[in-house]
């Protein structure tokens, strides 16, 4: 299971960074280089993903309680 949702954290926070890298950066070396602290920072993100996943439904619960 966690593997599971570690691979699903990793994939999803590695291209929101890149595409971020991309977009800062430009095309060149965004996608040249960019990728390299991207994997990095999705790597250390999904490490947290059940805190992330609680972080999320707590909020949710808190915004459509009003």
């Known amino acids: 299971m966690y593997q599971v949702g570690f691979g699903i ?16 950066y430009g095309f060149f070396l965004g996608v040249g280089l960019g990728w ?7 790597a250390l993100v999904a490490l947290a993903w059940p805190l992330i996943l609680l972080a999320a439904i707590f909020l949710g619960a808190f915004l459509l309680k009003g």
């Not at 390299?36 to 999705?42: C, D, E, L, M, N």
């Open 9 to 24: 954290t990793w994939a999803i926070a590695f291209l929101v960074c890149w595409v971020y890298a991309i977009a800062t």
């Open 36 to 42: 390299f602290p991207a994997a990095i920072v999705a």
